[in-house]
């Protein structure tokens, strides 16, 4: 299993308060992803991060944040949580981008906000 | 709209049955990954395949990427209630950028004994 953990694992919050999640990696690879995963629509890619201060959005980044001060850490910041945004987050990781691009996934983190 | 579609979108078989999963685009991709996931967990990476027409074999699973890199098929023979779960066919675009991964909307898997 690629050392990928996500914490917290299970998080319920309140609409307008400011969340943080956070994704550790223990394999030294430079690139990092942030998924959320709903109903019908798969994985959709929120942020991406392709080394130590240097990210980029993805196709569902508005109202979400990201920073990565070191390699194994990349956090996501929900600035101000609505319910749109209650869904299971995940993190990957991939040594390249070069084809083919794979990724390994952490065990998730569910998000509810009431 | 979805860059990928997969279907069926549900499927729920009995013991031993086969089947097969499609994911079909317009659009062509350098390379396309299969990926299974479990109640709770993350997805974990089954194959990928990257040129046209390519067949890989993962026990009873066969996984073929299309001659033209539009579309792939994962085919499940005699299935088995340890197959049950969420499969997700991932692709790279051509001119990829930062790695992305583009996903399908999955299909869930219910094998019955």
């Known amino acids: 299993d690629a050392g990928i953990t996500q914490s917290p694992r299970h998080k319920v919050t309140e609409t307008g308060t400011p969340v943080t999640l956070r994704c550790h990696q223990t394999?030294?690879?430079?690139?990092m992803y942030w998924y959320r995963q709903d109903p019908g629509h798969g994985l959709r890619l929120i942020h991406y991060?392709?080394?130590?201060?240097?990210?980029d959005k993805g196709e569902v980044s508005d109202g979400y944040s990201v920073s990565r001060s070191k390699t194994e850490d990349f956090l996501l910041t929900l600035e101000s949580a609505t319910s749109s945004q209650t869904s299971v987050y995940f993190c990957?990781?991939?040594?390249?981008?070069?084809?083919?691009?794979?990724?390994?996934f952490g065990p998730g983190t569910r998000l509810t906000v009431t | 709209t979805q860059l990928l579609e997969q279907s069926p979108q549900f499927l729920s078989i009995q013991e031993g049955e086969n089947l097969t999963v499609y994911c079909n685009s317009s659009?062509?991709?350098?390379?396309l990954q299969w990926y299974r996931q479990e109640p709770g967990e993350g997805p974990v990476l089954l194959v990928t395949?990257?040129?046209?027409?390519e067949v890989k074999k993962l026990k009873r699973l066969t996984f073929q990427f299309g001659d033209a890199r539009k579309d792939s098929s994962l085919h499940i023979t005699a299935a088995q209630p340890g197959d049950t779960g969420l499969y997700l066919c991932?692709?790279?675009?051509?001119?990829?950028?930062?790695?992305?991964?583009?996903f399908g909307q999955g299909t869930e898997l219910s094998v019955k004994p």
């Open positions: 991060s392709y080394g130590v201060k240097d990210t």
């Open positions: 990957a990781i991939s040594m390249s981008t070069g084809v083919p691009s794979e990724q390994y």
């Open positions: 991932a692709g790279n675009r051509v001119y990829n950028q930062g790695g992305k991964l583009i």
């Open positions: 395949v990257v040129t046209g027409g």
């Open positions: 659009s062509v991709f350098s390379s």
């Open positions: 394999e030294n690879h430079r690139y």
